[in-house]
């Protein structure tokens, strides 16, 4: 006879103590209603590595319970289960993670990716930020491939007591490795549609009189790789070279956490980049990816950001 879901949470997290080892109280259910929510039931399996550390491997069980009612066998799926543990074991993710109390190997992996901060609460928790309006930058720290996709870790506080370092140095110098992991880009939005090998152009390059466009349309900025590209905004000397570029301030409007448009406030009507932002933010932004509803002014002759 087929399984109720409760069954099947309870049955499968037996069969895992057995076929894992680990001791009673490290493969725990948790509901998606329990704090912090979740997007779905978990069972949480935890390897104690020190203290310190501890590294958790989140199953999806209401996937898993789909699956089981479409013919998939629970022996299959324990087998299954146990065999991806054993491949994130081996992976280049895992290995890297071990670095992580030791900040002489681990410094070079730091960078800096935007979150919204009233969307991210729950995440931000314990984290290592700094704000800028309702945008907050955030410490990461790249862990290498994970089946064929990049893998990366929110850095907790009490890792700089760990590492022994002031919080400012490591924030600058995370904010550095941002720069050199995925260098500044802006974009035209014509080459973007015609040329798939299209890499943006180097404005940063300081031999090269780049002419930034000062209409209303604007300019794209993102990063090399264009993924969680809108940061480069907030990249050493980016914003001044905009400005200097553009012969004063200009306005940010983050259509998500890939990219930023850039407008010159002499030309651009803030309440109109609002509506913009607001109808382009609605209608083509996934809300993974969305950043903020605010428009941004950076001045040039303080160097300093605000929100309108």
């Given at each position: 006879?087929?399984?109720?879901?409760e069954?099947?949470?309870?049955?499968?997290?037996?069969?895992?103590?057995?076929?894992?080892g680990?001791?009673?109280?490290?493969?725990?259910?948790?509901?998606?209603?329990?704090?912090?929510?979740?997007?779905?039931?978990?069972?949480?399996?935890?390897?104690?590595?020190?203290?310190?550390?501890?590294?958790?491997?989140?199953?999806?069980?209401?996937?898993?319970?789909?699956?089981?009612?479409n013919?998939?066998?629970?022996?299959?799926?324990?087998?299954?289960?146990?065999?991806?543990?054993?491949?994130?074991?081996?992976?280049?993710?895992?290995?890297?993670?071990?670095?992580?109390?030791?900040?002489?190997?681990?410094k070079?992996?730091?960078?800096?990716?935007?979150?919204?901060?009233?969307?991210?609460?729950?995440?931000?928790?314990?984290?290592?930020?700094?704000?800028?309006?309702?945008?907050?930058?955030?410490?990461?720290?790249?862990?290498?491939?994970?089946?064929?996709?990049?893998?990366?870790?929110?850095?907790?506080?009490?890792?700089?007591?760990k590492?022994?370092?002031?919080?400012?140095?490591?924030?600058?110098?995370?904010?550095l490795?941002?720069?050199?992991?995925?260098?500044?880009?802006?974009?035209?939005?014509?080459?973007?549609?015609?040329?798939?090998?299209?890499?943006?152009?180097?404005?940063?390059?300081?031999?090269?009189?780049?002419?930034?466009?000062?209409?209303?349309?604007?300019?794209?900025?993102?990063?090399?790789?264009?993924?969680?590209?809108?940061?480069?905004?907030?990249?050493?000397?980016v914003?001044?070279?905009?400005?200097?570029?553009?012969?004063?301030?200009?306005?940010?409007?983050?259509?998500?956490?890939?990219?930023?448009?850039?407008?010159?406030?002499?030309?651009?009507?803030?309440?109109?980049l609002?509506?913009?932002?607001?109808?382009?933010?609605?209608?083509?932004?996934?809300?993974?990816?969305?950043?903020?509803?605010?428009?941004?002014?950076?001045?040039?002759?303080?160097?300093?950001?605000?929100?309108?």
């Amino acid at each position: 006879m087929e399984m109720t879901y409760e069954s099947f949470v309870e049955t499968l997290r037996s069969e895992l103590l057995e076929a894992t080892g680990y001791d009673e109280e490290m493969i725990c259910y948790k509901q998606e209603t329990e704090y912090p929510p979740t997007s779905g039931d978990r069972l949480l399996l935890k390897r104690q590595r020190n203290e310190e550390i501890m590294e958790v491997c989140a199953l999806y069980v209401q996937d898993l319970f789909r699956e089981y009612q479409n013919g998939w066998s629970m022996e299959a799926i324990v087998r299954e289960i146990v065999e991806r543990l054993d491949a994130i074991a081996r992976s280049e993710c895992f290995q890297r993670s071990r670095n992580l109390e030791d900040y002489d190997k681990i410094k070079e992996d730091l960078f800096i990716r935007l979150l919204n901060i009233e969307k991210n609460q729950v995440e931000l928790e314990d984290c290592i930020y700094r704000t800028i309006g309702d945008i907050a930058l955030v410490l990461y720290a790249r862990m290498g491939e994970l089946n064929g996709s990049s893998a990366s870790i929110k850095i907790k506080r009490h890792m700089l007591e760990k590492w022994e370092q002031e919080p400012k140095q490591v924030f600058e110098e995370a904010l550095l490795n941002t720069y050199f992991i995925s260098p500044p880009r802006i974009y035209c939005w014509e080459k973007l549609i015609f040329d798939p090998d299209y890499a943006g152009e180097n404005f940063m390059n300081l031999l090269c009189d780049y002419k930034l466009k000062k209409d209303v349309l604007g300019n794209c900025l993102s990063t090399t790789i264009r993924t969680n590209g809108a940061v480069a905004i907030f990249l050493p000397g980016v914003a001044e070279r905009i400005g200097q570029l553009m012969g004063g301030g200009f306005y940010m409007v983050f259509t998500s956490i890939h990219e930023v448009m850039i407008h010159n406030e002499k030309s651009a009507d803030p309440e109109e980049l609002k509506k913009v932002l607001e109808d382009t933010v609605n209608e083509t932004t996934p809300p993974e990816d969305f950043l903020t509803y605010q428009i941004y002014h950076y001045d040039l002759e303080t160097g300093s950001f605000s929100v309108l």
